[in-house]
C-alpha cells in the first residue's frame, strides 16, 4: 500500500488535539454503557 498525504478531512478532525492520545492511540476507545430506571429506586 502506498503512503498517502493526509486529507483536508484527517487535519480537521486532529486539529483540536493538544498532544498524542496514550501509546499513540489512533482513535480514542469507544464505551458502551446503560442506564436503568427503576420505579422502586429513588
Not at 13 to 41: C, I, R
Amino acid at each position: 500500500m502506498k503512503n498517502k498525504s493526509i486529507g483536508k478531512g484527517t487535519c480537521s478532525v486532529w486539529a483540536g488535539e493538544e498532544e498524542s492520545l496514550m501509546q499513540n492511540a489512533t482513535q480514542v476507545p469507544v464505551v458502551h454503557s446503560v442506564s436503568f430506571g427503576y420505579k422502586d429506586v429513588l
